[in-house]
């Protein structure tokens, strides 16, 4: 009987110990700093797509990408498509891809999207998105720009 006494004995501390983990809901409550952490690793491949390119076209995209966070605080970086920056904020908002000689800033509803300054010049045919193309040396509107990325942000609001 002593030995089954002992394996009570020893099995209590485990089931302590499994007790102890038991406040799962610590577990479930770190998930948020898990999303940040991914909105970090999508901040620093953004950042690292930025150094590689390192020419006139990093430059573009970082001072676009800063734009960006001026006129939405709250959006949300993501990589997607083999590595392309994405700005969200409850849906895509924009993406940002550079080819060899332009950044092409494209916005996922952008056809709906009033634009009274003409920022759009790229994808005007669709139905859907529209796409402002940046080529060596030029210069974007900011104010206009910061509009047309609020006015993204207030349509994917709507669709909530």
Not at 10 to 26: C, E, L, Q, Y
Not at 88 to 107: A, N, R, V
Request: hydrophobic share 40%; charged share 30%; glycine share 6%.
């Amino acid at each position: 009987m002593t030995p089954v006494s002992s394996k009570k004995s020893a099995t209590r501390p485990a089931t302590k110990a499994v007790a102890k983990k038991t406040p799962a809901k610590k577990a479930v409550a770190k998930k948020a700093p898990a999303q940040s952490g991914a909105q970090d690793d999508a901040s620093a491949r953004i950042d690292a797509r930025i150094a590689e390119l390192g020419d006139w076209r990093g430059e573009t995209l970082a001072r676009m990408r800063v734009l960006i966070h001026d006129a939405d605080p709250d959006v949300i970086e993501e990589v997607k498509w083999r590595g392309t920056p994405v700005w969200s904020h409850g849906g895509i908002l924009c993406t940002g891809e550079s080819y060899k000689d332009k950044i092409k800033l494209t916005f996922a509803k952008g056809a709906s999207l009033p634009d009274p300054k003409g920022l759009f010049n790229s994808s005007l045919e669709g139905n859907t998105r529209r796409a402002l193309d940046i080529f060596e040396g030029e210069r974007v509107n900011e104010v206009a720009f910061k509009a047309l990325l609020k006015a993204a942000v207030s349509a994917n609001d709507k669709k909530r």
